[in-house]
């Protein structure tokens, strides 16, 4: 029934402008419209990553629930983990309207958000008001017009705390102007410092050490590369989040919309997000946790993230096209791959490509 989707409710949703359409989707989760999935567990597919046990390594990426308004819904559809936000502390309304573009021949989407959210006090309410099951990050951003962006992330740590299964520092959105100069060396260093010190010091007030994730952009120099890894390292941070949406518009077929500002994600962004993940994971060594993110729309795209260094793997874009019936097809279709490949444990086959993706020319 759930995948009906693709033939019913998508060409409903499709006559929609997207930002619409993606409104339409939260109110149907939150309404019991869509019905979840009864997936059997498959132990096989377990992962621990930062002391957090997963049922199943797919998760929902932050950007599709940005208000924690149907993380739980999220997780009965199948995903092992759900993520919200980007929450920043005070409401914004984002870029003008309209900032959401499907790119149908590609499987894409181009977005400029901006960090549209209610704000830290609206999320906070909703997650505290929540029955605590299952694994929910928290990604924490800054506002646009903020004075001290580093606060800001630091206060998201201080306000989610006893709520948050992880959090994740994005960093890495290219729809607020200046966001990505945190990555730079000295720049993430100081935001790591103090974030890491917040996160440490809740720990210590709650007993409650929630791990913490930086979120990079597909978009980055070797150079940059290296000193990401370099601080993730130095700061013993929990893990990446690899990748956020790209500024390219490599492999597009449709040039219709190609010229509209944002980030570009979906189909098109596997290769170039595979790549990355793998030249992070050659970087930081097999021990910090990789989630990947990029162009995810199958089993074995799921799978090849993991054989490129992935523990995890998240998506949203590909689930406009293929419907909510598509997690729990890519953790059954997960299993069937365990079974061919004759494994005992979805780690077993982390790294197993990652010499074809760390050569690979994207």
Not at 18 to 32: D, N, Q, R, V
Not at 168 to 179: D, E
């Amino acid at each position: 029934m759930i995948d009906a989707f693709k033939t019913i409710a998508r060409r409903g949703l499709f006559l929609f402008d997207a930002e619409t359409a993606h409104g339409l989707s939260i109110a149907a989760l939150k309404s019991g419209l869509v019905p979840g999935c009864a997936l059997k567990a498959d132990p096989r597919l377990a992962v621990t990553v930062a002391g957090l046990q997963f049922p199943n390594p797919l998760g929902m990426a932050a950007g599709y629930d940005k208000n924690a308004e149907v993380p739980d819904a999220l997780l009965r559809l199948g995903f092992g983990f759900a993520e919200v936000g980007t929450l920043t502390p005070k409401p914004q309304a984002g870029n003008p309207r309209p900032r959401i573009f499907r790119l149908e021949k590609d499987l894409a989407v181009i977005n400029r958000l901006g960090f549209n959210n209610e704000g830290h006090a609206a999320a906070l309410a909703r997650l505290l008001a929540r029955r605590p099951a299952g694994i929910v990050g928290v990604n924490i951003g800054a506002n646009k017009d903020s004075a001290d962006r580093i606060a800001d992330y630091v206060e998201g740590i201080r306000r989610f705390s006893g709520v948050a299964s992880y959090f994740t520092a994005n960093i890495s959105s290219p729809n607020t102007p200046g966001l990505r100069d945190l990555q730079a060396r000295e720049s993430l260093s100081a935001l790591l410092s103090a974030v890491l010190a917040a996160r440490d010091e809740m720990a210590a007030a709650t007993g409650l050490r929630r791990p913490v994730f930086l979120k990079v952009a597909p978009d980055l120099t070797e150079e940059g590369m290296d000193d990401i890894a370099a601080e993730a390292l130095a700061h013993q941070l929990d893990g990446l989040i690899v990748s956020n949406t790209t500024l390219s518009r490599d492999g597009l077929t449709d040039p219709r919309l190609a010229g509209e500002a944002g980030g570009l994600s979906g189909k098109p962004l596997f290769d170039k997000s595979t790549a990355v993940l793998a030249r992070m994971r050659h970087r930081v060594g097999p021990a910090m946790p990789i989630i990947g993110v990029g162009g995810v729309s199958s089993a074995e795209t799921a799978l090849e993230k993991v054989r490129a260094g992935a523990d995890l793997v998240q998506l949203y874009s590909c689930m406009v096209y293929e419907g909510p019936g598509l997690p729990a097809r890519i953790v059954r279709g997960l299993s069937a791959l365990l079974d061919r490949e004759k494994v005992a444990s979805i780690r077993d086959l982390r790294d197993t490509r990652l010499d074809y993706w760390l050569a690979a020319k994207v």
